[in-house]
């Protein structure tokens, strides 16, 4: 398989064509944003690390029967993935109350939510990705009934498999956010990537942040964080 012409350049990735119809050569850059663009930064290392921390966790995800766009990883900062029609969502899903839902909702910080809270959000830059609920989806045809129902049954048993992967390595998973897209067959498959950059991961003894929330309030380097984090899921 070789790469071929770039399909889409995003904030933090590059999609490429490939020899293969369906399938993508994703890079993942080094760049930073948050805040929808508005903070960027080039931050060395970053595109390496997401890169083999999202890579190990969609294998260890497909060990526990959870699909996903992931073939295999080409490189350091190269994947290869099925090419899928992404829905026009980020499915969000808190464990512990933090970021935008403490800040909207008046709720403490680290506070353990009763159960999970999934979220839906439109997909769109020009509007800062807003927040929505299942009527939205609907009155805009982002997805059906159905396919809503199987986003949110995928979305709570990738849950359960995450917190318990990250326990594993002493990390607490306060929330995080996926994407997922349609195969050519019309499956639904958990896609894009799944990294400190998407994840809000807290150590279990300290709470100590190990993720984007470090680089989105100034608060100091993230590459030793997201070491910290490739380290220890390596341990697995
Ligand atoms: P953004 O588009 O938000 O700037 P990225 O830089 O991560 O984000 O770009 C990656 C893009 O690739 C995203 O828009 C994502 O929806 C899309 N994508 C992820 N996985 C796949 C896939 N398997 N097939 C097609 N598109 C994908
Ligand atoms: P939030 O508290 O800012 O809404 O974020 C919830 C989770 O979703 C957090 O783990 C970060 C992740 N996230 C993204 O991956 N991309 C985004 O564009 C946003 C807003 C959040």
Redesign the pocket.
């Known amino acids: 398989m070789e790469k071929r012409e770039l399909l889409y350049e995003g904030k933090a990735k590059q999609l490429f064509e490939t020899t293969e119809p369906d399938v993508l050569w994703v890079t993942y850059k080094n760049q930073a944003t948050a805040g929808?663009g508005a903070k960027k930064e080039m931050i060395a290392g970053k595109g390496q690390l997401n890169n083999q921390i999202t890579s190990l966790l969609f294998e260890k995800l497909k060990e526990k029967g959870i699909p996903s766009h992931f073939i295999k990883q080409l490189s350091e900062t190269d994947q290869a993935i099925e090419k899928v029609a992404m829905f026009d969502l980020?499915v969000?899903v808190?464990n512990v109350a933090?970021?935008?839902?403490s800040k909207r909702l008046g709720v403490e910080e680290g506070i353990d939510l009763p159960f999970p809270v999934l979220e839906f959000?439109l997909k769109d830059d020009d509007l800062n990705?807003p927040i929505i609920n299942d009527d939205h989806v609907l009155a805009l045809e982002l997805a059906t009934t159905e396919e809503i129902n199987e986003l949110k049954e995928k979305t709570l048993k990738i849950n359960d498999a995450l917190i318990d992967l990250f326990k594993q390595v002493n990390i607490r998973l306060?929330?995080?956010?996926l994407e997922f897209g349609k195969t050519k067959e019309g499956t639904i498959v958990l896609a894009d990537e799944i990294s400190p950059?998407?994840?809000?991961l807290w150590d279990l003894n300290t709470n100590d942040r190990l993720?984007?929330d470090i680089f989105r309030q100034d608060l100091g380097d993230i590459i030793p964080l997201y070491q910290e984090v490739l380290d220890r899921l390596t341990q697995l």
């Open positions: 929808n980020e969000v808190r933090a970021g935008s839902f959000y990705d306060v929330d995080f956010k950059d998407t994840c809000r993720d984007k």
